[in-house]
């Protein structure tokens, strides 16, 4: 059952794919030339590969380099993007040119593709793979909690719709953060089982290598340790000397080498973008917070309602789901405040939210024992089906645009209405706006978890009977 959810992301996002979508765009050729220099030139001085277009490989015929690589402290010129994503993909890149290379003239002119697009869409079904296989580990855990076709769904629709369906045939770090924190949910929910210590160790490898994605994970990583921790401390606190020894190498070792690596390339811990200081301000936090969550545009309220009950769910579920705070708040509010912009240039909507989407669906399948949590949380899959139907059909208006959110605008009035009743953070937002927001979002929690406590406490009494 668990495979089920797993198998409609992938398809759901395969053809998806197949029609109508911005191809390496934004950053995407840009990780994708790193990965190029590698396999050709056996190094990540990428300025010859700029000079040479060699995006015409990967389907960005002319790419500019622009200030996606710099002069590092040695002279040459590195990207200025972390490189572990470049390097995961080596091999699936090596494999895709192969193919790209093998295909008749007759074959891409049937598919409409040239050679560097076979070989993009190749990189991206390997991601698509990826991130399928993180929602079968969060399928298997959120069945713990709730009956398994009921996580089958829940997972399959959180998968199929964005900001998970969105981004995961990107060459964006957001697809490895998700299968991480997939993990780090499965082994928290997983029952206690005599050789746990080996899923812990791989585990603790994948932390430890995530913030070779992206520097950001660095403060992300504590949070997922800590939710370990807490949920599977009797884990921890029975492993020996030897194995805590081996614990603390695979977590630790492959972060110290990220920071001594970026330290010797920029002189700095925090990678390219932190040279000329730290890109985060309390001004940028101001609309980040709440455009994060409720943008008009790049909020994830905007192409996933299914969310809206999330806050609501959590504070009813705050027992056991409290730990997830901790590394909520440590990508939440990191994203918010950066300068560069939270809404993450161009690119699908909420996409620095999507590692937090496996705990959000863990919170509101604790949450659905709640009949009022369970009829409003169908009530809004219900609007979140009519959504996803939409991006499937029009890909493109998973992206930014001028003329506003093109997926709501292309459901009717309705749609317009809801796009209309987001606030537009993203733009100039008065700080009044922010806060009617969030005081309706207050309000709206506090009447769903008192109707949902009222319902338990007469069924309670209505079984005493």
Known sequence: ??????????????????????????????????????????????????????????GHDHLEMELHALPARNGHIRPIHDVGIAVLLVPIYVVAQQVAATASDALLSRVRMTRGLLAYSIISLFLVAVTAFGLFLLADAVSRVMPQPAAAWLVGAAGVSPPVVSHSFLVFPEALALLVTSL???????????????????????????????????????GLLFVIAWKRWPL???????????????????????????????????????????????????????????????GLLAYAPMYWIVPACWYLTWRTTWPFVVPAALLYLPAASFTIGWWAGFSPAARYLVPLIPFFVVIIAQAFRYRPIRLCGLA???????????????????????????????????????????????????????????????????????????????????RER
């Open 236 to 298: 921890i606190r029975g492993l020996s000397a030897a194995d805590r020894l081996i614990a603390s190498a695979l977590l630790l070792i492959p972060q110290l080498m990220l920071l001594a690596w970026t330290w010797r390339e920029w002189g700095t811990l925090g990678g390219a973008l932190t040279t000329a200081g730290l890109p985060f301000s309390v001004q940028a936090s101001a609309t980040g917070l709440i455009g994060l969550w409720a943008d008009r545009q790049s």
């Open 380 to 462: 809004l899959l219900a609007c979140q089906v009519v959504i996803d139907a939409a991006v499937w059909q029009h890909p493109r208006t998973l992206w930014p645009s001028p003329q506003g959110n093109l997926a709501l605008q292309s459901l009717g009035g309705i749609g317009r209405l809801y796009e209309m009743a987001l606030p537009a953070a993203q733009t100039a937002m008065p700080s009044s706006v922010a806060v009617a927001f969030g005081l309706f979002m207050v309000a709206l929690s506090t009447v769903l978890v008192a109707v949902s406590v009222a319902a338990a406490r007469d069924g309670v009494v209505a």
């Open 1 to 58: 059952m668990n495979r089920r959810a797993a198998i409609a992301t992938f398809l759901f996002a395969w053809t998806l794919t197949m029609h109508g979508k911005y191809s390496a765009s934004g950053d995407e050729p840009h990780y994708l030339m790193i990965t190029h220099s590698i396999v050709v030139d056996h190094d990540m001085d990428v300025a010859n590969n700029y000079a040479d277009d060699d995006g015409r490989f990967f």
């Open 184 to 222: 780090v949910v499965w082994l928290s929910l997983k029952p206690a089982h005599a050789d746990d210590r080996r899923p812990l160790f791989a585990i603790l490898l994948a932390l430890g290598t995530l913030p070779w994605a992206h520097h950001k994970y660095l403060l992300y990583v504590p």
